[in-house]
């Protein structure tokens, strides 16, 4: 009955009447092009996983973790030059306590509690969490967003150790912490903030946390948090526009190292839901209504949590082809609009619209993971703006048409790469099969400087409702539902289009489908690095596990270790713990008690050692 194991699919909508033209132009610059972003790094599009299904995607502990997730971001990390960009966290983050001893025998990194008449438990977090990020780190170079409780009442010194302590692990490979996540509904259910809560009572409780850490000698930087991560607009004063005319922006300046936003096009929250084929037709056109708050603020702009619908997403509509082709359109219409990075969220096993997900449990031993159609969207996106991080995009605004989008993607001023999307489904016939024909140069007065020919990679499936019958430049992720290992499979098929100076190149996209065009060989170089494709064939990753200090355990941000006597409230961040142990532990002369190893990179590890097996 999960969600991610659901297998509804839904019917094609009919084509578009009056149906677009067939045939036109996508004409390109060979310099001086205007109008495009900022230059985008090819690890773009990232993650966002809650912190309560942060195990099933990650592993057991720092020391067992699970190699499909590492070969999906090694497929990226060669294409992007880079690891992934992930964030941990959610609603989940906002009442996490962290313990510095493992909850039980197994070593398990997450304990949940259930709080009656919530909607979500709370999840405390054993350290090793972050211990396991950074061993993944050294095995892909992913980057961490992490996420800081900011649950009521506000516990400051809670939270000031939990970043000393997440900074202190992973070091430069954590890019920040986002204090509140979607601040905006704080209002509503398990974050207990009065109803409509304002944005002044907001901007007071995020002023004693940054004044806390900035005054914190024990953080290495102080530009370390990222908000205000507003989803939702669901009061008319917490627009994001709002929150910034608040002085956000500048009252936090010292503090803020991105700027980020939360946005899905719709939703599936009880309540709320409309029929699934009724906004079915909406993700299958190009839709340029984005937020673009605070483009001209000299901080990145982050689109921290997306994905088709919130609530998990639309079984049959978000783990179809066509959110593959939504999914690649929507993040490099949000690299046009000059935001800095799009994460999207995985939900568990109970969300339609995770790029992939393990088995159940009981069916670990015998299945293997299930792709989602969204990781193809990533494949694509990541070397349509490739490795260089000089790209930059601009939205071509084809053919008049939402269905037939394209953008072109120049680096150093040039023309490099071209992607051209094909909303419509025509169910094979080729009927709305369209060809875009690619110039440089050649109008406007400017000399043609189209190439003799240009190379083609397709995004393909044989239905906008197909979930898994879907490849990349012809290889794909095993093609159906519990059979991938996290590798690609089949060889990659890069077709060869000639052109002509005065037709251009022509590019056939079918309907469904998306094209990128490499107009040089460079421009395709720059976009895989097959050399850095590093997979691994075993189920697990293991090792020896490196016992913590015992003063260590003195120092737990939660309810356990050898001093809790002394401390009888508890020690944690969550609503009704008002005292800290790393704090309190150092008023008792335990001196820096929350360093838990060596901060020295190794071979593979950081205080773990990984061997595999």
Not at 71 to 79: H, M, S, T, V, W
Not at 132 to 160: E, K
Request: hydrophobic share 40%; glycine share 8%.
């Amino acid at each position: 009955n999960y969600l991610a194991y659901n297998l509804t699919t839904l019917t094609p909508p009919a084509l578009p009447s009056p149906m677009p033209s067939l045939s036109f132009t996508a004409q390109l610059y060979a310099s001086g092009a205007t109008g495009l972003s900022i230059p985008q790094k090819g690890n773009f599009m990232g993650w966002s996983i809650e912190l309560s299904v942060a195990n099933q995607l990650l592993g057991r502990n720092s020391s067992l973790l699970h190699v499909p997730f590492l070969n999906y971001i090694n497929n990226l990390k060669a294409r992007a030059g880079a690891g992934p960009t992930i964030r941990v966290g959610g609603n989940t983050q906002e009442l996490t306590e962290l313990f510095f001893e493992p909850f039980d025998t197994h070593y398990e990194i997450i304990n949940k509690t259930t709080i009656v008449d919530t909607v979500s438990p709370v999840f405390n977090i054993w350290v090793d969490l972050v211990y396991m990020l950074s061993n993944i780190t050294a095995l892909t170079s992913a980057n961490w967003y992490l996420g800081l409780p900011f649950g009521y009442p506000v516990n400051v010194t809670g939270i000031v150790a939990m970043a000393e302590t997440f900074e202190q692990i992973l070091g430069d490979n954590l890019l920040a912490l986002q204090l509140g996540n979607e601040p905006d509904l704080f209002g509503v259910g398990f974050r207990e903030r009065p109803d409509s809560y304002p944005i002044n009572e907001y901007m007071a409780e995020f002023s004693n946390v940054t004044t806390a850490l900035l005054a914190d000698s024990n953080l290495s930087r102080e530009k370390i948090l990222l908000g205000p991560s507003t989803c939702c607009e669901s009061a008319e004063n917490w627009r994001i526009t709002d929150v910034l005319d608040a002085g956000y922006m500048t009252t936090y300046s010292q503090s803020l190292s991105h700027l980020a936003v939360q946005r899905y096009p719709s939703s599936n929250c009880v309540g709320s839901a409309p029929q699934v084929t009724s906004v079915w037709p909406n993700y299958l056109r190009h839709d340029l209504n984005v937020v673009n708050a605070a483009v001209a603020a000299n901080i990145p702009l982050l689109m921290f949590e997306t994905n088709t619908a919130s609530c998990a997403g639309f079984p049959g509509l978000s783990d179809s082809f066509g959110a593959a082709l939504w999914a690649v359109d929507w993040t490099m219409q949000l690299a046009y609009q000059n935001f800095s990075g799009a994460l999207y969220h995985f939900g568990g096993q109970n969300a339609a619209y995770n790029a992939f997900t393990p088995p159940p449990s009981n069916y670990s031993s015998s299945y293997q993971w299930t792709t989602g159609p969204i990781y193809y969207s990533m494949l694509m996106v990541t070397e349509a703006l490739g490795a260089t991080n000089t790209s930059q995009v601009i939205d071509l605004n084809l053919n008049n048409s939402p269905y037939t989008p394209g953008y072109a993607i120049y680096e150093n001023g040039a023309p490099a790469r071209v992607l051209l999307i094909n909303y419509m489904d025509d169910l094979k016939t080729g009927s709305a099969t369209y060809t875009a024909n690619v110039h440089i140069g050649g109008a406007d007065g400017f000399a043609d400087t189209t190439p003799s020919s240009v190379q083609v990679r397709y995004l393909a499936a044989p239905s906008v409702s197909e979930k898994f019958n879907i490849t990349w430049g012809g290889q794909s992720m095993g093609g159906g539902q519990f059979v991938s290992d996290g590798r690609l499979s089949g060889t990659v098929v890069t077709e060869t289009v000639q052109c002509n100076a005065n037709t251009g190149c022509p590019i056939i996209v079918p309907a469904p489908g998306a094209a990128l065009v490499f107009m040089s060989t460079q421009a395709e170089d720059e976009s895989w690095n097959s050399a850095l494709t590093q997979t691994y064939t075993t189920s697990v990753i293991t090792g020896n596990h490196v016992p913590v200090d015992p003063t260590v355990l003195a120092t737990s941000n939660g309810r356990g270790g050898p001093n809790e006597a002394q401390f009888p409230l508890g020690l944690g961040t969550s609503k009704g713990n008002q005292d800290n142990a790393a704090a309190a532990a150092r008023g008792f002369g335990l001196g820096a008690a929350v360093m838990l190893g060596a901060m020295a990179f190794g071979a593979a590890m950081v205080g773990r050692a990984l061997t595999a097996v």
